[in-house]
């Protein structure tokens, strides 16, 4: 005879392969519905999930036990005598119908207590089934009155209850001796009453069960009690038990109705196995019976109730008698017990009390008559899912036997109409696409002109005069302190070195901006246009129906996205920085009095800012190179628009052209008018003195600019370097962004996204791949073409047919 170990790694194999089967034969009727009898799919899923079960235990290696009885009926007892101790709640206490486990240990350190608590809404739960129990007419008084009291306890102490529900993980307690656990135990399920409703699950590991091996006892709540959640605990413990041990009451020889009901469960459960081939019938309470004629007459009655279990596995037992004598009672039982009696009672009868020879025939099945119950369900197993498989391909292969397997027949089903419908639909979102380009993205203008931006680079136009102005006032250098600690740096505030302290505060300010520029201008500007790119991208993947993969494609996204994006941020800095750095050095880098070899060597693009100068003070000058003006003479505007009568009547065009009467009247008026404010007692032929030398030095000064004289003190420095600031600020704002020509950037960049969607599928037929491969694997339901029923069912036919063939291979493998 094989070996239990032998026997599980034999049967464990055979299972694993017949799992294949069972899985590929569930796949497969979920896919044929209509060809398979609803009958035979039942059957089919109904031995899945036992097979299922059978692999989960075997993977396990563990041996579950039932134990099962009606209520009172010594189920407790029975495990407190096997563990030669009372610790389980047992006798005429209310036990709750709590559910116990008890594990074997392998070592006395793996010995633990563990105490699961129902949550808030099992409580609730329970409290409503005990309602229905109630008023049902099923239960006797006596069943009634007990759910009653556990009712009435659970409302009483429904907050204590709730208490103890919240400890999510429940109790744990390690021991190496059984006895320390005994008190807390006892406490939970007698003296705590509250704790006691809200225990749901006990689980004890002991090396007094057998510590070779994974054995589990289930004490499984009474079928009889009346409430629906321990009923379904305990057919949740017969489905997966190994074997039983049925707890009957000796002078009871009748089997009930709920006694029936577990055992119709236990027998449906594990249809290829009887019931007898793995149950032990325990006759508890065997002392209560008066002498041996009795004993024999009712153990004969018993025996009628079992024909097929073997005598060894029909056991009369007295587990108190047990305990008393073996054990460790508990106070309770020995008040009730007086060893002698016990013992002279049981040999009046002529029996002992059973535990032994239960323990010894528990022991022998588990190593010898289990292997041979295993066998004999796998063999069950594997046989009626061969039997379901061949009648599955039996019913299959006829139908989808001789479907096409080939991957270039599907394709021939995406031909020549799927090309015809792709063809339209291009030309129409070609069109489409180009209506909403010319709306949405294209500029108004010509490039660079204002009102040329589309509305995201206007906006964008704003946040650059924003980001310029944060820059330039924010500068270091700038500040007050800086600029008098720089300027008195080796020198005090004589004249001598004033000059010298403008050189040092324009060079440090000359660098740091030009640093600022070099590092954080352009962000703005290539995240606008990347907003816009955003935008096409989005475009482009709403007309292709969202297909997956379109912007990867358009973008070039196997490139790395950073790369790309600072490829337009690198473009828009070498921009900037042609018309923004020269700017910067016009300014900043010399003193007014220095700048004649600059405008000499930079003359080419002052002029260029001064062409796309877009300033709101454009045409209130005169002079032809207003830019130059102000670099060489460190003024914008001279003695007209100085005088407030005159102001507005000149043009750079018309300055110096205009009636010299005109100008010497409205002199004359504003210096008469200065003089009658200043002496009201001088002469007419004083103040006509007066006027003719004004209109003398006008016309002169309207003729040859005077340059601003040098400054001589820190703060006429910093009054000079505060308005080449400002000057600077200006021509950055209303012509560095024109003439470095941004828009045409963004333009461009636009352009290139947009002729590359189109080229991709006029030149490279990338598109209509994409879509191809999105209808085909029906991985889009927005494209609006829809496949023909016989295209799905050509796919179908195709996935069964090869699923036929992969069943068949594995039901050769299985047997």
């Known amino acids: 005879m094989a070996t239990w170990l032998e026997t599980c790694q034999q049967q464990l194999a055979r299972l694993e392969k017949t799992s294949v089967l069972a899985d590929k034969l569930v796949t497969l009727c979920n896919k044929t519905e209509v060809d398979i009898a609803p009958e035979l799919q039942q059957k089919l899923n109904a031995e899945h999930s036992r097979l299922n079960q059978q692999l989960e235990r075997l993977r396990a290696n563990r041996f579950e036990v039932a134990v099962i009885?009606?209520?009172?009926?010594?189920?407790?007892?029975?495990?407190?005598?096997?563990?030669?101790?009372?610790?389980?709640?047992?006798?005429?206490?209310?036990?709750?119908?709590?559910?116990?486990?008890?594990?074997?240990?392998q070592t006395e350190q793996d010995q633990l207590l563990a105490i699961q608590y129902y949550s808030k809404e099992e409580i609730s739960k329970l409290q409503s089934q005990r309602r229905d129990a109630l008023a049902s007419a099923l239960l006797s008084d006596k069943e009634k009155k007990e759910i009653q009291e556990d009712y009435d306890d659970t409302e009483k102490n429904l907050s204590a209850?709730?208490?103890?529900?919240?400890?999510?993980?429940?109790?744990?307690?390690?021991?190496?001796?059984?006895?320390?656990?005994?008190?807390?135990?006892?406490?939970?399920i007698f003296k705590n009453r509250a704790q006691s409703l809200a225990i749901k699950r006990i689980q004890l590991k002991t090396v007094r069960l057998r510590s070779d091996r994974d054995i589990i006892f289930h004490d499984v709540p009474g079928f009889n009690s009346g409430i629906l959640m321990h009923a379904e605990q305990a057919i949740d413990r017969l489905k997966n038990c190994d074997a039983i041990i049925y707890a009957k009451e000796m002078k009871q020889p009748s089997i009930t109705g709920p006694e029936k009901d577990m055992l119709l469960v236990a027998d449906a459960e594990d249809p290829s196995i009887r019931v007898s081939d793995k149950i032990f019938v325990v006759l508890t309470q065997a002392d209560a019976l008066d002498d041996q004629i009795d004993f024999k007459d009712t153990y004969e009655k018993h025996r009628n109730y079992w024909p097929t279990v073997p005598e060894r596995r029909l056991i009369p037992v007295c587990a108190r008698a047990h305990l008393v004598e073996f054990g460790i009672p508990s106070e309770d039982t020995l008040r009730r017990s007086k060893s002698a009696d016990d013992k002279l009672k049981?040999?009046?009868?002529?029996?002992?009390?059973?535990?032994?020879?239960?323990?010894?025939?528990?022991?022998?099945?588990?190593?010898?008559?289990?292997?041979?119950?295993?066998?004999?369900?796998?063999?069950?197993?594997?046989?009626?899912?061969?039997?379901?498989?061949?009648?599955?391909?039996?019913?299959?292969e006829p139908i989808y036997g001789n479907s096409v397997t080939s991957e270039s027949q599907e394709d021939d089903l995406l031909g020549k109409e799927f090309n015809q419908w792709w063809g339209r639909e291009w030309q129409r979102i070609k069109k489409d696409f180009d209506v909403w380009y010319a709306e949405s993205i294209q500029g108004r203008k010509e490039a660079d002109a204002l009102g040329a931006e589309h509305e995201e680079l206007a906006a964008l136009h704003t946040a650059y005069d924003e980001k310029i102005g944060a820059l330039l006032t924010q500068l270091t250098t700038a500040q007050p302190e800086e600029l008098k600690r720089i300027y008195t740096a080796g020198g005090t505030m004589s004249m001598p070195d004033a000059r010298e302290g403008n050189y040092k505060i324009r060079e440090e300010l000359f660098r740091e901006i030009q640093q600022k520029f070099e590092t954080e201008m352009t962000d703005q500007l290539a995240q606008a246009l990347q907003a816009l790119i955003d935008q096409i991208v989005n475009k482009t993947q709403e007309l292709l129906w969202d297909t997956e993969d379109v912007r990867k494609n358009l973008l070039h996204s196997h490139i790395d996205e950073g790369i790309e994006q600072a490829r337009i941020r690198h473009g828009f800095q070498v921009l900037f920085l042609r018309f923004g750095r020269v700017a910067v050095e016009v300014f900043i880098a010399k003193p007014l009095q220095a700048r004649e070899r600059l405008l000499n060597e930079r003359a080419a693009e002052i002029k260029t800012l001064e062409a796309f100068y877009q300033g709101v003070e454009k045409?209130?000058?005169?002079?032809?190179?207003?830019?130059?003006?102000?670099?060489?003479?460190?003024l914008w505007e001279k003695a007209i628009n100085s005088i407030p009568a005159l102001a507005g009547k000149t043009s750079r065009t018309s300055a110096k052209t205009a009636n010299s009467q005109d100008m010497a009247d409205v002199v004359a008026a504003e210096v008469t008018a200065t003089a009658g404010r200043t002496s009201r007692t001088a002469?007419?032929?004083?103040?006509?003195d007066v006027v003719q030398e004004s209109v003398v030095n006008t016309k002169k000064e309207l003729d040859e600019p005077v340059k601003s004289p040098e400054p001589v003190n820190f703060e006429q420095v910093v009054e000079e370097i505060n308005g080449d600031l400002s000057a600077l600020q200006d021509y950055l704002k209303n012509s560095v962004f024109y003439a470095a020509g941004f828009i045409t950037y963004c333009n461009q960049e636009l352009e290139r996204i947009r002729n590359r969607f189109k080229?991709?599928?006029d030149n490279e037929r990338q598109w209509i791949g994409i879509i191809r491969t999105a209808v085909k694997y029906e991985r889009n339901p927005k494209i609006p073409y829809n496949i023909a029923h016989t295209k799905r069912d050509f796919r179908m036919r195709r996935e069964i047919a090869l699923e036929l063939k992969e069943v068949r291979e594995s039901y050769t493998q299985v047997h």
Not at 161 to 188: C, M, P, V, W
Not at 683 to 688: E, H, L, M, P, Y
Request: glycine share 8%; net charge negative.
């Open 346 to 396: 049981l040999k009046k009868i002529g029996i002992t009390d059973g535990m032994p020879l239960l323990k010894e025939a528990v022991n022998f099945y588990i190593d010898n008559e289990r292997a041979d119950v295993l066998k004999k369900r796998c063999d069950a197993l594997v046989g009626n899912m061969r039997h379901y498989a061949g009648e599955i391909l039996m019913k299959l």
């Open 69 to 105: 009885g009606l209520e009172k009926a010594g189920k407790s007892a029975l495990l407190n005598a096997w563990l030669g101790q009372e610790i389980l709640p047992s006798a005429r206490e209310r036990c709750t119908f709590t559910s116990t486990e008890i594990w074997s240990a």
């Open 619 to 634: 045409e209130d000058y005169w002079q032809e190179g207003r830019l130059t003006h102000y670099l060489r003479y460190g």
């Open 683 to 688: 002469k007419a032929t004083g103040i006509q």
């Open 759 to 761: 080229e991709m599928e």
């Open 161 to 188: 209850i709730y208490e103890f529900s919240r400890q999510k993980s429940g109790f744990t307690q390690a021991f190496i001796d059984i006895s320390e656990i005994n008190e807390h135990l006892q406490s939970a």
